[in-house]
């Protein structure tokens, strides 16, 4: 990950005003320049992932696909990275409240750069989350209180943990008819491909043997233990896939 391009800009434009405005000291305590030092102590901390950046779009397209746009929801994304994603999705679904979740500290300040720089109503500032803690643990989130919960690209690169208790939580505090929605390589059946993808996940045991990509049955097994159904299965550019699954049950 780098640091976001935007980053530059208020020094551009910081450097402008530095011609305008005359002696050094009298531009240093301008309230323009007050304001770009502020605005660009946010923006240097805006984390940039190449992959959200390529894969925000065709996630977009299948949520705006299955979340109406006339009904106001509450989603919850677990793992939010960067924070690329749920800003993306917030200015496109805005009917949508997000909340945005991260374990790492350097991404819930990337989160909450994005948060600030953009400025949508509908975010909400991100919250400490470990999936492999129980849900009750999850910042205070209420049973039954998600409309719809996103997790993209965690479960191949944490442990299985994570995965077992992203389902558990996810079965406590998704609505009935609530929707989950994961993306990630997964393998089918037991097999992995392409060839890239098999080398992709030797790559991630090598790093750490709890990483890897997960199995589609043993997701659906997963989801089913905790009242979950896997409802569709929808082929993703470079050999990724959207899993939705759908609550259908009180647990």
Same mark, same amino acid.
């Given at each position: 990950m780098t640091v976001s391009s935007d980053c530059l800009q208020p020094l551009y434009r910081c450097m402008k005003v530095l011609q305008k405005c005359g002696p050094f000291t009298? !531009?240093?305590n301008s309230q323009q320049f007050g304001a770009f030092k502020g605005t660009s102590r946010w923006m240097c901390k805006m984390m940039n992932a190449p992959a959200a950046e390529r894969n925000k779009d065709p996630i977009l397209s299948v949520? +705006?696909?299955r979340v109406k746009s006339d009904r106001h929801g509450n989603a919850l994304e677990i793992s939010s990275g960067t924070g690329q994603h749920v800003v993306h999705f917030a200015n496109a679904l805005p009917n949508i409240t997000?909340?945005?979740s991260e374990f790492d500290g350097h991404s819930l300040s990337s989160i909450e750069a994005y948060r600030q720089h953009y400025r949508l109503p509908n975010v909400k500032p991100a919250i400490y989350l470990d999936a492999s803690q129980s849900w009750e643990n999850w910042a205070g989130i209420q049973p039954e209180s998600c409309d719809l919960i996103v997790n993209i690209n965690m479960m191949h690169i944490s442990p299985l943990a994570c995965t077992k208790g992203l389902f558990n939580g996810v079965g406590k505090i998704l609505k009935p008819q609530g929707l989950l929605l994961i993306y990630g390589p997964y393998a089918v059946n037991g097999t992995i491909s392409p060839q890239s993808n098999v080398d992709f996940d030797h790559s991630l045991r090598s790093r750490n043997p709890e990483w890897g990509l997960r199995d589609i049955g043993f997701l659906t097994s997963l989801s089913q233990d905790n009242g979950l159904r896997l409802e569709e299965i929808v082929d993703m550019p470079a050999n990724? +896939? !959207?899993l939705l699954f759908r609550?259908?049950?009180?647990?």
């Open positions: 009298t !531009c240093f949520l +705006k696909s997000w909340q945005p990724n +896939k !959207c609550k259908d049950t009180v647990v």
